[in-house]
């Protein structure tokens, strides 16, 4: 029995090896199918005259990224895709930060206000927008008849939500908020229930109020957390290009264009694969920047 043992445990020690690369490879293969191959092609395409329709391809090499560059819709979708994604970040954080906070005591009826919260975040974004494309309608919307009811408009001199730039810009990043803020909730009561409770309490006995141990204990807590969120908010709203196209295909006049619609629109709708893959290719250094420096952020906290 003590001969056979030894061979028992190498004969696990040879399989462990493949058995853990036939359970990662799965992932691998897809990561490589569905993000690896698409980013190589837009390369290829970036630096390439390609276009819908056309057989042959030529090298250009950064003619793409200099017309790009000097295409004041290019500048415009840029300044849009910032102030989308700050605005939008800043209203997710400090509207999931606050509901985090409703939720997390129990009581009557918190589990339908939970469901009721992360519906818009389970139903899919296309449905979500149309719906919103409709409330938001320059005719039939229901929040521009109710003001109307509220006597805080004249009939004949109702806003346009999605026909006025400010207003267009306005609607898209709520909507997008709409969307959003149901994800970060989750991320921030998990982040409020992992804090250990001793903390609070014993902030409590000394006499610190709700403000001073949100601002001192809670808040610097979670902070890895808070960055956590922040970091999947802005990725998913920097190449975030359903809402911008359902609800204004980028208008009016570009000023609710981002530069995903804007590559689309150049790519796809335009026929001009190699101007939409070079503006494509922009989202890249700006995320992985993003990313590092977000991610540096959740390392010092810990560390601290």
């Not at 918190?110 to 938001?136: C, D, E, H, M, T």
């Not at 149901?182 to 309490?201: C, D, H, N, Q, W």
Request: with cysteine; proline share 6%.
């Amino acid at each position: 029995m003590a001969i056979g043992a030894p061979k028992i445990k190498s004969i696990g020690a040879a399989q462990s090896p493949l058995l853990g690369a036939a359970m990662f490879g799965p992932a691998v293969l897809y990561i490589v199918l569905v993000i690896g191959a698409p980013f190589v092609l837009a390369v290829f395409y970036a630096f390439s005259d390609a276009r819908i329709g056309s057989s042959g391809l030529h090298f250009v090499g950064l003619e793409n990224f200099r017309s790009i560059l000097q295409s004041p819709s290019f500048r415009t979708a840029l300044k849009n895709s910032i102030v989308f994604t700050v605005c939008a970040q800043a209203i997710v954080v400090v509207c999931s930060g606050t509901l985090s906070i409703a939720l997390e005591k129990p009581f009557r009826g918190r589990g339908l206000v939970r469901f009721l919260i992360l519906l818009p975040w389970v139903a899919p974004v296309s449905l979500g927008s149309i719906g919103w494309k409709w409330i938001l309608d320059s005719i039939y919307s229901v929040i521009t008849w109710v003001l109307v009811w509220l006597h805080f408009f004249k009939p004949y001199n109702t806003p346009m939500w999605l026909g006025e730039p400010h207003l267009a810009m306005a609607s898209v990043i709520l909507v997008h908020c709409w969307r959003l803020i149901p994800f970060s909730t989750v991320v921030m009561l998990a982040g409020r229930t992992a804090i250990p409770k001793e903390i609070p309490e014993a902030a409590a006995i000394d006499g610190a109020g709700f403000w001073r141990t949100l601002f001192q204990i809670n808040l610097p807590m979670m902070l890895p957390i808070i960055n956590v969120a922040v970091l999947f908010g802005t990725i998913f709203t920097f190449t975030d290009m359903t809402v911008v196209y359902i609800l204004t295909a980028g208008g009016p006049f570009d000023s609710t264009q981002t530069l995903p619609s804007l590559a689309f629109a150049t790519g796809i709708q335009g026929s001009d694969l190699a101007a939409g893959a070079a503006i494509s290719l922009f989202l890249v250094p700006v995320l992985v920047l993003i990313a590092y420096l977000m991610l540096r952020m959740a390392h010092r906290a810990e560390v601290v």
